[in-house]
């Protein structure tokens, strides 16, 4: 079983950036894969993006150039940076981790609005 906590959603201006934080339960290099998924309102979740146990990246095409993810071992935490936030970028935020089976964060929010 992992437990992840995730933080760092909120309310910012278009253009704006925001940092989210997600901190594993066990060690991040035991997963397969970790990401942050999306859900906007009547949306389907999507993939933001992912970090491979490798260290490999993949971003979704609307994100490419304005979100970074990153992962620090000695604090069993994977991040979100975004920055040039677009009101588009606004849903509930999801922490993954892939291994034999996949767990979930609860969501944290992030709106994008002026």
């Known amino acids: 079983q992992v437990q992840l906590t995730e933080s760092g959603g909120g309310l910012v201006q278009p253009g704006g950036s925001l940092r989210l934080s997600c901190t594993a339960s066990?060690?991040?290099?035991?997963?397969?894969?970790m990401g942050w998924y999306r859900q906007a309102p009547g949306k389907e979740r999507e993939l933001v993006a992912a970090?491979?146990?490798?260290?490999?990246?993949n971003y979704a095409d609307s994100v490419k150039g304005r979100f970074t993810i990153s992962r620090d071992s000695a604090k069993n935490t994977v991040y979100l940076q975004m920055n040039s936030l677009k009101p588009e970028d606004t849903g509930i935020y999801y922490c993954?981790?892939?291994?034999?089976?996949?767990?979930w964060g609860q969501g944290t929010q992030v709106t994008v609005s002026s």
């Open positions: 993954y981790y892939g291994r034999t089976s996949d767990y």
């Open positions: 066990r060690n991040i290099f035991s997963a397969r894969a």
């Open positions: 970090i491979i146990s490798g260290g490999s990246t």
